[in-house]
């Protein structure tokens, strides 16, 4: 069958003409055989013939629904196609198949599908949102009402099963077609903004109504609680786009926030009712007084009896309402009153008595304090003098850093975690405090303590992931107001301003910078998950070198967590584009960092460099950003392989990482694996010989190994005893390095397919196109350095030198080694064309049989005798000593190593070379 022929181009022109044939008979496509033959191509290598098949079933899904619900699941796989074609294709598909399918019951699935790849490359982030305006913010001609509706329910049902709870993704959508336009926006461009935010005010409205219909059927007993939240999450994602769009509803938001909270949903309900209430309330247009201090009045009250997500949005709607509308300072700085003075009364009674046993009742009322305190402080300045009748102007500022320090040493866990959380928003406003003494090491000794809570970490982490935050909005928000003012004077430059601003976060930064690479090695994926996100907030905003951070970025990439790994590949994807030699330079050191991290997650023995199913390198990703470069390819490449270098002492454990991740790579051209091979083969030739002749003076020792040649040298079997057992025993475990690569080089030439001979006329100074050419694995075998495992635990776990059998074994392995070497000295013998197929097929015969041959001992010759007449028959003709003519030396390659340990290939003649 021609689908499963070798050649790519005749599979790719037998699924067009399978293609025309259903054309005329689309039907078939039902049968069973032709639908696992589809399959099949599906997951062909090739990128072309799997695009080929996609479009097949995508001419024929659309017309019959049958077909779509037969191939959807086939089809939908592909949407993670490494083929940017066929992803495209597939997007394609699947919008046709919403758009003329508006009943096919997995609408919902498709537009989570789409959602996880909005972070795609460029041309398919395009793509799927020209899917999602033409899907949502396009009304169709002669659209109904019921229409409308579909569209509002198909949003909230993808809001609602997004993965991402946050719904980023919904926000970059909106973003980017409602945001308004600047001098540079063309006309279509502006008209198609307003087109969409004209359809945005038809959903809001729409949303608006659903949520008055759910409320009346949830007071006639019918539960759509989930269905209510889903419907005010997306007014709140409207409200961050277009709050104009909101505005005008907030006396219908409003009576939610009296709402009775029986269960967990229903504080969802409250918390997206507060956001959107906390944007859209200084849009409003006149709002009576009356109105103002009744948000304000329930604003308080949910303050006071809610958790601390609830809590955490009233505070900073409160915060909006006070600073910008009302004023009502004096609100403010009354609850803040009652938080404060409740901490200060149990830190005198603490003080005055730790036991006293009405201090655990006060638990609960304290650990509501200590996170409100700190962020009434982040919302409202208490140092001015409208807002505190205090005597100090720095009073209030000193005092709640003095009492959240104390409760941020108690040795009550619970209490202690609070007064953190409450320093965090507390920095925010006041972050100068962050940088004394008593700050920075609190926040070290918790991030680099080993004994400190996990809850602790994640804590101070999350501290500095919202100060980071809150100080890029309100430098967003200052240099704005700052333009607009300085532009009517004719001044454009803010970079000093800018500079003071970010100064101190830079400061904060560099003094974290060290406990926060230390969280990157933590075996609990939260830690690191949350040290991510503060490095990568950091390199976003500038504050530090990138350079003191891709190395421990590129450990992560072989994280286990797997938006881990995501978020430290996108990172680095874009440093390589800013400072691609970063990334080189920093490429080995990020080895040994991924190598810490992999140790630290997996306490089993060995840490092995390669992920199962199918085998691929953990650097897999990170190489495949520096193989564009051949010089910088070639340099990272050696840079591994000298690690085996027997003057380098590297662990053996890290050397097995180094083999696995070399075994493993994603090789894409036959010049990678080639190039790998020969300077395998260069390091085995010098470091194996070494080696070897170390363990023969160890069996021997050395005045007696000096006179023994390799083929005159004893069978083991026959040796009494190890000469220095401890030596050999040394040897043995340091040669391991020299097997490792003995065993990654057969495991390259098995899995590429390569022969001795072709790797044998390899040479990385020549550049030919025949390198070039692409190159795939013929099977996925892992990499199995199982011999030299064996052999060091046996050699370092347990050593007996006493030990008949140990001694044994010393042998065997001296013998295994020995063996191997000679191997490669075959493959060499054999791979060598200076006298020509035929000769070297005799040197090898002649290699392995000189044992046998027996030893020949060469007479004496006599002296020439000269040919020249003797013209004096008095005297005797002297003979001439002078020996024969020997032949011209002949040339043979060697390799030497150079100063800088660098191999080198040299034409040279050796004295002791015969040419045979």
């Not at 900073?316 to 009364?345: E, R």
């Not at 002649?846 to 013209?871: C, D, G, I, M, Q």
Request: aromatic share 8%; net charge neutral; glycine share 4%.
């Amino acid at each position: 069958m021609e689908l499963q022929e070798s050649a790519i181009g005749l599979r790719t022109k037998a699924m067009k003409a399978l293609a025309a044939i259903i054309s005329a008979d689309p039907n078939l496509l039902h049968r069973n055989e032709l639908r696992m033959g589809v399959h099949g191509r599906f997951m062909d290598q090739a990128a072309s013939v799997r695009e080929a098949a996609v479009d097949l079933v995508g001419r024929f899904v659309l017309d019959k629904p049958q077909l779509t619900l037969q191939y959807y699941p086939m089809l939908s796989e592909r949407i993670l196609d490494k083929g940017i074609g066929v992803r495209k294709r597939v997007i394609k598909i699947l919008r046709d198949i919403c758009v003329q399918q508006p009943d096919f019951p997995k609408l919902t699935e498709i537009c989570i599908k789409l959602i996880r790849r909005i972070n795609d490359e460029d041309g398919i982030r395009e793509l799927i949102a020209k899917v999602f305006l033409d899907l949502w913010f396009t009304e169709g001609k002669d659209e109904t009402p019921d229409g409308l509706i579909k569209r509002v329910v198909s949003i909230t049902e993808a809001v609602s099963e997004s993965p991402d709870q946050n719904c980023e993704w919904f926000k970059l959508l909106l973003n980017q077609y409602l945001k308004p336009g600047d001098e540079n926006t063309t006309e279509k461009d502006e008209d198609q903004r307003l087109r969409i935010q004209a359809q945005s005010k038809k959903m809001v409205d729409c949303l608006v109504d659903s949520v008055l219909k759910l409320e009346n059927f949830s007071a006639s007993g019918s539960s759509n609680s989930s269905r209510l939240v889903s419907c005010l999450h997306t007014i709140y994602l409207f409200a961050e786009a277009v709050p104009i769009l909101v505005a005008r509803h907030c006396t219908t938001l409003h009576p939610y926030l009296n709402m009775k909270c029986s269960q967990q949903i229903d504080y969802l309900v409250l918390y997206h009712v507060t956001q959107s209430l906390e944007i859209v309330l200084p849009l409003m247009e006149h709002p009576s007084e009356e109105f103002l201090a009744s948000v304000e009045e329930d604003l308080i009250t949910l303050i006071m009896k809610c958790g601390q997500l609830i809590v955490q949005a009233c505070v900073s709607c409160l915060g909006i309402l006070i600073n910008n509308m009302t004023h009502n300072y004096k609100l403010a700085q009354d609850c803040f009153k009652k938080f404060f003075i409740c901490l200060a009364q149990y830190r005198k009674q603490f003080t005055e008595n730790p036991e006293d046993p009405s201090l655990e009742a006060q638990k609960g009322v304290v650990i509501r304090s200590l996170f409100t305190v700190g962020l009434l402080c982040q919302h409202f300045e208490f140092d001015q003098g409208k807002q505190t009748h205090a005597k100090s102007a720095a009073s209030i500022q000193n005092q709640v850093y003095d009492i959240l320090m104390f409760f941020s040493a108690s040795t009550d866990e619970e209490i202690r975690h609070r007064a953190i959380s409450g320093l965090g928003f507390f920095f925010i406003r006041y972050d100068k405090m962050m940088l004394r003494e008593q700050s920075r090491t609190l926040y070290i000794d918790i991030l680099k303590g080993f004994d400190a809570p996990v809850k602790l970490k994640c804590q101070v982490l999350k501290n500095l992931q919202l100060h980071l935050l809150s100080d890029e909005k309100r430098l967003t928000r200052q240099n704005q107001q700052m333009r607009k003012e300085l532009k009517r004077e004719g001044i454009t430059d803010l970079k000093t301003y800018g500079d003071e601003k970010s100064s101190v976060s830079g400061a904060i930064a560099q003094m974290l910078l060290d406990p926060i690479h230390h969280c990157f090695f933590h075996k609990l994926t939260q830690v690191r998950s949350a040290a991510v996100q503060v490095i990568c907030l950091v390199l976003h905003q500038g504050l530090l070198h990138p350079i003191s951070c891709i190395q421990y970025l590129i450990a992560i990439c072989t994280d286990i967590d797997e938006v881990n790994r995501i978020k430290a590949e996108q990172t680095l994807i874009e440093l390589d584009g800013k400072y691609p030699l970063f990334l080189h330079s920093q490429f080995f050191p990020g080895l040994r960092e991924s190598f810490k991290l992999q140790t630290a997650l997996f306490s089993t023995y060995p840490v092995r460099g390669f992920r199962n199913n199918p085998p691929i390198s953990l650097l897999s990703h990170v190489y495949a950003l520096i193989r564009s470069s051949k010089g910088h390819r070639h340099s990272q490449l050696k840079t591994m392989i000298k690690q085996f270098d027997e003057i380098k002492k590297t662990d053996i454990n890290l050397l097995l990482y180094i083999a696995d991740n070399l075994a493993h790579m994603s090789y894409q051209i036959v010049e990678e694996p080639l190039f790998v091979i020969h300077h395998v083969a260069l390091l085995i030739s010098t470091s194996g010989t070494t080696y070897l002749e170390q363990a023969k003076d160890a069996v021997y020792g050395r005045d007696i190994a000096q006179t023994i040649k390799d083929e005159d040298e004893e069978e083991i079997d026959e040796i009494d005893a190890v000469e220095d057992l401890p030596r050999l025993t040394e040897v043995l475990v340091n040669c391991q390095s020299c097997t490792l690569l003995i065993l990654l080089k057969k495991h390259l030439m098995t899995q590429y397919n390569l022969t001795d001979k072709r790797c044998h006329e390899f040479s990385p100074l020549e550049s030919t196109k025949i390198y070039d050419k692409q190159i795939s694995r013929h099977s996925n075998v892992a990499y199995d350095p199982s011999p030299v495992l064996s052999a060091i635990q046996q050699l370092t776990l347990d050593v007996d030198y006493e030990s008949e059998e140990f001694e044994k074994s010393a042998l065997q392995y001296y013998k295994e080694f020995r063996d191997l070497m000679t191997q490669q000295d075959l493959s060499e013998f054999k791979c060598s064309d200076s006298e020509g197929d035929e000769t070297a097929d005799k040197s090898v015969k002649y290699y392995e049989k000189r044992k046998e041959l027996p030893v020949k001992v060469r007479k004496e010759r006599k002296p020439r005798a000269s040919k020249t007449p003797n013209k004096d028959p008095g005297k005797k003709r002297k003979l001439s000593k002078t020996p024969a003519k020997k032949p011209a030396k002949k040339k043979r390659r060697r390799y030497v190593i150079n100063s800088d340990s660098e191999f080198s290939e040299q034409d040279d003649s050796d004295e002791d070379y015969d040419g045979t």
